[in-house]
Structure formats: C-alpha cells, structure tokens
C-alpha cells in the first residue's frame, strides 16, 4: 500500500529562519510528487510537481526537492505570509488519483 | 487560471438526509475528485472519476455515492447524512494522463456540518 509520511506535524519559526520540511514516501512506482499549500478553512494551493530523483524547483522563498525515496521543502528566509499547511502528495505510474500526506503546519512569527 | 468551484462554503444538514454537494470546474479536465478532510487525517479520497458516467471508489466510499452526467461537473451525494460525516469536503480536477502534467486543483472546499 502507497504511503506518505510528513513531519514534522508542526513546525514554529521565527521571521527569516530558514528550515526544511520532510516528505517521505513508499510507492509501488512513482510519477509525480506534488506539494500543496493549504490556508484555514481553504482548498489547496498547488505549488509544484516533481517528477525524477534529483529534480528541483524554487518559487520565491520556497525550494522542493526530491530524492528515491523523500522529498524536501525548503522555506529561505521565511516571512508570516509564508504560514499555512503544506501538504505533499504523490501518484503512481499509471493511475489519476493522489495520496496524500497528513501536512506540516508552519507557522512564522514576526 | 483553472477554476473549480464548490457550490458552497457551507452547509448545515439533519441526520438523515439527503444531501448534494456540486463542483463545477472549467478546464475540459477529464479527471474529477472527491476528498473529505479530517484533522489529524489529512485527506482522503472518497471518489473520483476518469470520464463523464465513469467512476471508481476511493479509499472510504461508505455512504457516499456521485454523478459524472457532463464533463465539468462531478457531484458528492450523501444518501443518509449521518454526524461521522461533519468535516470539509474537496473537490478537485486534473488532466488526463498523456495529456501534460496531472497536478490536481481544488476549489475551496464544503464545511459540512451534520446535526
């Protein structure tokens, strides 16, 4: 059975203090690993799509990485706006839907 | 921008009955989705579908079913509202596969309260 583990659950950062959050993974054959945003009581935002072990992509103060086995979202320098849940999910070769994470809440204080 | 829209934000119910939720999305998406979220549950798909009258159950079908009549609506039904149903429903379209990158976009998501 495919799983996706975040962490961690919970995440409190001061304004500017970079950090990482984790996404690990076991699939029977990935295709795509995708990272959300998610503010209170909203729908997810999507941010990006990894495909291959090695990939990177940045937007803004955010940088999604992706190894054979997790996948990592780096906050540079964050700022309050940057507070929210992110979710990460993944698909497997060959099917539509995806699996989600259970999400880290990041919370940036001024 | 890809838009898909949840016909409401709200919605409070009576145990017992029947409730419809709609999604409408405007992209000629073929895949449409329902997810219902839980605190400390992340989300979990509920059903989905790959083409207009096709459907597939998710991981907790169980007292939900849906309609795919026309390619950009998929509609959430609940045959019997019942309290274990309270949470925040989300809808969500994507791409087929083969047809370029099969991200999912959501709308902005149902919370429904069952009394």
């Known amino acids: 059975e495919d799983q996706v583990t975040q962490s961690p659950e919970a995440l409190r950062l001061q304004e500017g203090e970079s950090s990482s959050l984790n996404c690990s993974y076991t699939?029977?054959?990935?295709?795509?690993l995708f990272w959300y945003r998610q503010d209170p009581g909203k729908g997810p935002e999507f941010l990006f799509t990894?495909?291959?072990a090695g990939e990177e992509k940045e937007k803004e103060r955010l940088k999604a990485t992706l190894t054979k086995k997790e996948s990592f979202l780096h906050i540079t320098a964050p700022k309050p706006e940057d507070s929210a849940t992110y979710l990460c999910?993944?698909?497997?070769?060959?099917?539509?839907?995806?699996?989600f994470g259970a999400g880290t809440t990041v919370t940036v204080r001024a | 921008d890809v838009k898909v829209t949840q016909s409401s934000r709200y919605l409070v119910k009576r145990t017992g009955e029947k409730v419809f939720l709609e999604c409408v999305q405007d992209m000629d998406h073929e895949n449409m989705f329902w997810y219902r979220q839980d605190p400390g549950l992340g989300l979990r798909l509920i059903y989905f579908s790959y083409d207009v009258k096709m459907k597939e159950k998710g991981d907790i079908p169980e007292g939900y079913s849906v309609s795919r009549e026309k390619k950009e609506r998929f509609s959430l039904i609940l045959e019997s509202a019942s309290t274990n149903q309270t949470s925040m429903y989300l809808c969500?379209?994507?791409?087929?596969?083969?047809?370029?990158?099969?991200?999912?976009?959501f709308g902005q998501g149902t919370r429904l309260t069952v009394v």
């Open positions: 699939v029977s054959g990935l295709r795509g």
């Open positions: 999910a993944v698909q497997v070769v060959n099917d539509y839907k995806l699996s």
């Open positions: 990894l495909y291959s």
């Open positions: 969500a379209s994507s791409l087929d596969l083969g047809r370029g990158d099969t991200e999912a976009f």
